[in-house]
């Protein structure tokens, strides 16, 4: 499985993932702090969103200050996938005005623009 984190503002919750991508990727509830979209019958259809802001004190001292320059107060959501169209589609269903980074876990931190322009999980996880 890979993951990814998003990083937002923090007024930004897991329902509006979910009313982002409403038609495209259908989300359902585990707790307060995690959405999920499976259909076991489909084999790599699993797709989790967390809410995980201690997820901040695991990056380096470089990612946490591009963080903090980026927002006075953040959240951080972990997503797991099989799928990296998934993952496309969430980040593209936000909208322009809403402020998002994206972590690929391997030390790089994007900018929107820049992760829609990768065609697979290889290109975005080994991007220098």
């Given at each position: ?27 359902d ?40 320059s980026e ?12 799928d ?7 980040v ?12 690929n ?21 080994k991007?220098?």
């Amino acid at each position: 499985m890979n993951d990814a984190f998003l990083i937002t503002d923090s007024t930004f919750k897991l329902s509006d993932f979910k009313r982002y991508t409403e038609g495209a990727i259908k989300f359902d509830d585990l707790n307060e702090f995690e959405i999920e979209y499976n259909i076991p019958e489909q084999h790599k259809t699993y797709f989790s969103v967390s809410k995980d802001n201690s997820i901040f004190d695991m990056m380096d001292p470089f990612e946490q200050e591009k963080v903090i320059s980026e927002f006075s107060e953040f959240n951080i959501f972990t997503c797991l996938f099989y799928d990296f169209r998934y993952l496309q589609t969430l980040v593209a269903s936000i909208p322009p005005d809403r402020k998002v980074i994206i972590d690929n876990d391997h030390g790089k931190l994007l900018k929107r623009e820049d992760f829609l322009k990768f065609n697979s999980y290889e290109e975005f996880a080994k991007w220098p």
